[in-house]
């Protein structure tokens, strides 16, 4: 399966433009024969906690995935967008995955920052999606911090784990660099390929979000990146016989050996 992550640029509030350049991009990377593409966290809308601009995109919402549905119907590529959703009161912020016409899924994150639970609500489900005949894990930015979520999705049969992030301040380099510091044990530690992107944006108060994404083999190594030499995406092809080779080592597959009953204690 050949993989894109897309370190797209996003304005805040304004979805008309988002979608349009999240369009360009799925068409062209169709066209490179991509058949699974990752967006950043809410890049349909831009990162914001603004209540009044939440609300304005929201109401945008059956237009837009009108759109993305016609368009997925004409293409192979599947991909997956983000977009914040309302529930009654709670507002969410969410990741859809589309393929061939069909919207097959959606993720809330549920693990939300301090700041993030002053306006967002968390989501209580974390599912794989079946993609091309491969399960896909998406986690949303600060979920990427809890090893415990990628081991759910990768026992739920994940072989590849769609790390979609909105993450502030830094430039470029120091970001990959940090986000390499525990990105690749989330990969080494479950079996699984990873996919990273971070939204390129400003939001309303000056904050940068800088434009960096990756690829990483199960083994961690990186495949493709992005950031430094200020491209926008990372293009791979994926084998996922070496995550089936994995499987059948008798050491290297750490969770078939993890003993969950003994450490549910220590989750009490």
Same mark, same amino acid.
């Given at each position: 399966?050949?993989?894109a ?10 979805v008309?433009?988002n979608?349009? %350049?999240t369009?360009e991009? !799925?068409k ?6 991509a058949?699974?593409?990752? *967006? ?6 831009? @990162?914001t906690? +603004? !209540?009044?601009?939440? +609300?304005?995109?929201?109401? =945008? ?12 119907e004409q293409?192979?590529?599947?991909? $997956?967008?983000g *977009?914040?959703?309302q529930e +009654?009161?709670? @507002?969410?912020?969410s990741h859809?995955?589309f393929d061939?016409?069909r919207m ?5 994150? %549920?693990?939300?920052s301090?700041?993030e639970?002053?306006?967002?609500s968390?989501g209580?489900q974390?599912n ?6 491969i ?6 930015c @600060? =979920? %990427?911090? *809890?090893?415990e979520?990628s ?13 979609? *992030? $909105?993450?502030?301040?830094e430039n ?10 525990y ?7 479950n079996n699984?390929?990873?996919m990273v992107?971070?939204?390129?944006s400003?939001? =309303? ?9 990756f690829?990483?083999?199960?083994k961690?190594?990186?495949l $493709?990146e %992005?950031?430094?030499?200020n491209? +926008? ?6 084998d996922f016989q070496?995550?089936?080779? !994995?499987?059948?080592?008798k050491? $290297? @597959?750490?969770?078939a050996?993890k003993r !969950? ?6 989750y009490?």
């Open positions: 399966m050949k993989v992550s897309v370190s797209s640029k996003c304005i805040i509030g304004d008309g433009k979608l349009s %350049t369009i991009w !799925i062209k990377l169709n066209n490179q024969g058949e699974f593409i990752l *967006f950043p966290e809410l890049n349909l809308s831009g @990162y906690k +603004d !209540i009044d601009i939440l +609300d304005k995109v929201i109401l =945008e919402k059956k237009d837009v995935f009108k759109s993305l549905l016609e368009y997925s293409l192979n590529a599947a991909f $997956a967008v *977009f914040p959703e +009654d009161e709670k @507002y969410f912020i859809f995955v061939q016409g097959i899924g959606s993720h809330r994150k %549920t693990h939300l301090s700041n639970r002053e306006v967002f968390e209580s974390l794989v999606f079946q993609v091309k005949n399960n896909i894990g998406i986690q949303l @600060y =979920e %990427t911090h *809890f090893p979520l081991f759910i999705q990768a026992k739920k049969g994940a072989s590849l784990l769609a790390m979609a *992030f $909105a993450s502030p301040k470029s380099e120091i970001k990959l660099e940090r986000f390499k510091k990105i690749p044990a989330r990969a080494y530690d699984c390929f990873v992107c971070n939204q390129d400003v939001n =309303e108060n000056g904050t940068v979000f800088p434009s960096l994404s690829i990483l083999d199960p961690g190594n990186v $493709a %992005t950031g430094i030499d491209k +926008d995406i990372a293009l791979v092809e994926l070496q995550v089936e080779k !994995i499987k059948q080592s050491m $290297a @597959y750490f969770n050996h !969950i009953d003994w450490l549910k204690e220590y009490g």
